[in-house]
């Protein structure tokens, strides 16, 4: 199981970013890719997931209408594009392989290195 997770950056409030999640190593059809994210000193949560098969995606309240999920299955790879970026979105964001939408444990048990968001106000 292997996600790379691309895209992070400095941006100011109200800007845009878009994160990249590279997979391979299983199959992508058979799970779901999650979009989660640790602040400092806070827990780590779920942000947006997408079902490649049926389209289905979820998004927190808090990202719901500013944040869009999608993903390009020929190249395996799931987007999370961030619009109207506010500070309380600066974190480390992490892509996972999931059974389900809503839950947070990750295919093989670990998470990857991450991408630094940081929004400056």
């Known amino acids: 199981v292997h996600l790379v997770e691309s895209g992070g950056g400095l941006v100011q409030a109200g800007g845009s970013l878009r994160l990249s999640c590279a997979a391979s190593g299983f199959s992508f059809d058979d799970y779901r890719i999650g979009w989660f994210r640790q602040a400092p000193g806070k827990e780590r949560e779920g942000v947006s997931c997408?079902?490649?098969?049926?389209?289905?995606?979820y998004y927190a309240d808090s990202v719901r209408g500013r944040f869009t999920i999608s993903s390009d299955n020929a190249k395996k790879t799931v987007y999370l594009q961030m619009n109207s970026l506010k500070p309380a979105d600066t974190a480390v964001y992490y892509c996972a392989a999931v059974l389900i939408c809503g839950s947070s444990y990750p295919l093989g048990g670990s998470w990857g290195q991450g991408t630094q968001v940081t929004v400056s106000s």
């Open positions: 997408i079902s490649s098969t049926d389209g289905r995606t």
